[in-house]
Nanobody, 127 residues
Framework: QVHVRESGGRLVQAGDSLRLSCVAPGRTFSSYIMGWFRQAPGKEREFVATISWNGGSTYYADSLKGRFTISRDNAKYTVYLQMTSLKPEDTAVYYC????????????????????WGPGTQVTVSS
């Protein structure tokens, strides 16, 4: 069992930057593909970004490329999501997820590929 927990969500203004953190303590952290998803009010959860077990590969939702950056520090069992130029439409609950890596995939885009999820952290962007 991997316990995943996000932090860093808060109320910000449009144009601000914010960094979310996700901790998943355990010696197996470095073997997990990590991902960020978000769910806006009244909408389905959507993919945001993902990173390979060693940080060497990343992938982003097309609409977020250039504004969001995912990174990880395996020594700290932590993955980050740096968000810049935030917009009101970025308002959502942001979820972190961990999926056991496989030889055939560097990262995961689909929710079903992830095994463990955090409870989420709320990000609200005011106009």
């Amino acid at each position: 069992q991997v316990h995943v927990r996000e932090s860093g969500g808060r109320l910000v203004q449009a144009g601000d930057s914010l960094r979310l953190s996700c901790v998943a303590p355990g010696r197996t952290f470095s073997s997990y593909i990590m991902g960020w998803f978000r769910q806006a009010p009244g909408k389905e959860r959507e993919f945001v970004a993902t990173i390979s077990w060693n940080g060497g590969s990343t992938y982003y939702a097309d609409s977020l490329k250039g504004r969001f950056t995912i990174s990880r520090d395996n020594a700290k069992y932590t993955v980050y999501l740096q968000m810049t130029s935030l917009k009101p439409e970025d308002t959502a609950v942001y979820y972190c997820a961990a999926g056991e890596s496989t030889p055939s995939a560097a990262f995961f885009v689909l929710e079903d590929d992830y095994d463990y999820w955090g409870p989420g952290t709320q990000v609200t962007v005011s106009s």
